[in-house]
C-alpha cells in the first residue's frame, strides 16, 4: 500500500522559517504536491515535485529527495495568514486517473 | 470565473434520511472526485469518476453513491446505510485524468447527520 507520515502540528512565530516534513512509502512514484487549507476552507494546490530537488515558489518552497522517500515544505518570512493545515500527497501508482493520497496534514500555527 | 461551487455549504439531516450533495464545475475538466474531511484528519476518497458515464469507489465509499450524467456535474448522495455521515465533504476536479497532480477544490459542504 501506499501510505505517508507529516508531522501533527508545527508553531512558529512571524517572520520565522519554517520547514513541514513528509516521508511516503508507495510501490511507485509519480511526484509529490503540497496542498493548503484554511481552518473550514478549500485545499488549495501549492507546490509539485516530480524530480529530486528544490523547487521555489514566493515565500513557499519545497524539496523532494526521491532516494530517501522524502520531501518538504518550506515556508519563509512567516506571515498571520500562513497559519492553515498543509498536507503532502502522492499520485495512487494503482490508477492513471490521477487520483491522490493524501497525508493527514499538519497544522502550522504562526504565532506574533 | 472558471471554478467548482459546492452547495449548500451547511446541511442538516435527521438520521434515516439520504441526502444530495452538489457539485458543479466550470473548468472543462475530466476528472472529478469525492472526498470526506473528519476533524484532524487528512481527506480520504470516497469516488472519482474519470469520465462523464464513468466513476470509481474509492477507499470510503460504503454507505455513498454518484452518479456523472454531465462532464460538469458529479453529486453524491450520502445513504441512510453510512454509519457516521456527519463529516466535512469535499468535491475537487483535475484537468488530465492520466497526468494531472493538481486538483481544484470546492468551498465544502459541512454536512451534520442527528
Known amino acids: 500500500g501506499q501510505s505517508l507520515e507529516q508531522p501533527s502540528e508545527v508553531t512558529a512565530v512571524e517572520g520565522a522559517i519554517v520547514q513541514i516534513n513528509c516521508t511516503y512509502q508507495t510501490s511507485g512514484f509519480y511526484g509529490l504536491s503540497w496542498y493548503q487549507q484554511h481552518d473550514g476552507g478549500a485545499p488549495t494546490f501549492l507546490s509539485y515535485?516530480?524530480?529530486?530537488g528544490l523547487e521555489e515558489t514566493g515565500r513557499f518552497s519545497s524539496f523532494l529527495s526521491r532516494s530517501d522517500s522524502y520531501g518538504y515544505l518550506l515556508l519563509q518570512e512567516l506571515q498571520m495568514k500562513d497559519s492553515a493545515s498543509y498536507f503532502c500527497a502522492v499520485r495512487d501508482v494503482q490508477n492513471q486517473g490521477g487520483k491522490l493520497i493524501f497525508g493527514q496534514g499538519t497544522e502550522l500555527s504562526v504565532k506574533p | 470565473d472558471g471554478g467548482i461551487t459546492q452547495s449548500p455549504k451547511y446541511l442538516f439531516r435527521k438520521e434515516g434520511q439520504n441526502v444530495t450533495l452538489s457539485c458543479e464545475q466550470n473548468l472543462n475538466h475530466d476528472a472529478m472526485y469525492w472526498y470526506r474531511q473528519d476533524p484532524g484528519q487528512g481527506l480520504r476518497l470516497i469516488y472519482y469518476?474519470?469520465?462523464?458515464?464513468?466513476?470509481q469507489k474509492g477507499d470510503i465509499a460504503e454507505g455513498y453513491s454518484v452518479s456523472r450524467e454531465k462532464k460538469e456535474s458529479f453529486p453524491l448522495t450520502v445513504t441512510s446505510a453510512q454509519k457516521n455521515p456527519t463529516a466535512f465533504y469535499l468535491c475537487?476536479?483535475?484537468?488530465?485524468?492520466?497526468?494531472?497532480?493538481?486538483?481544484?477544490f470546492g468551498p465544502g459542504t459541512r454536512l451534520t447527520v442527528t
Open positions: 475537487a476536479s483535475s484537468e488530465d485524468r492520466g497526468q494531472s497532480y493538481e486538483q481544484y
Open positions: 469518476s474519470q469520465i462523464v458515464n464513468d466513476f
Open positions: 515535485n516530480g524530480l529530486d
